[in-house]
């Protein structure tokens, strides 16, 4: 069964840092483009970043570009996100997703098997 689980999430404070992680069950996530997406309270889910598979382009948002990393673990069957200098906008629930096809840009289509989410807060 395929299952992808985010962790890492938690309460920072701005200027802190968290490394997000993308764990996949039932599937090798080094076959798959994995992309990281992020809803803040009253707004709609916007892509964060994109890692492709067979080593193909990475994307990142421009909000985030500069102070954030996409990797892999392929001895975990894991994504990580690791974002810097977090500010409080950056508040919202992170979520990653499969897609098949390389990254082509941040939004939502051809993604699937979404997990949970995992929580980031950012206040002082």
């Known amino acids: 069964q395929v299952r992808i689980v985010e962790s890492g999430g938690g309460l920072v404070q701005p200027g802190g840092s968290l490394r997000l992680s993308c764990s996949g069950s039932?599937?090798?996530?080094?076959?798959?483009?994995i992309g990281w997406f992020r809803q803040a309270p009253g707004k709609e889910r916007e892509g964060v970043s994109c890692?492709?598979?067979?080593?193909?382009?990475?994307l990142y948002q421009e909000s985030v570009k500069g102070r954030s990393t996409i990797s892999r673990d392929s001895a975990k069957n894991a994504v990580y996100l690791q974002i810097d200098n977090l500010k409080p906008e950056d508040t919202a629930v992170y979520f990653c997703?499969?897609?098949?096809?390389?990254?082509?840009?941040?939004?939502?289509?051809?993604?699937?098997?979404w997990g949970q989410g995992t929580q980031v807060t950012v206040s002082s």
């Open positions: 890692i492709s598979k067979n080593d193909g382009p990475k």
């Open positions: 039932g599937f090798g996530m080094d076959y798959w483009s």
């Open positions: 997703a499969r897609r098949f096809h390389l990254c082509s840009d941040l939004t939502e289509v051809g993604f699937g098997s």
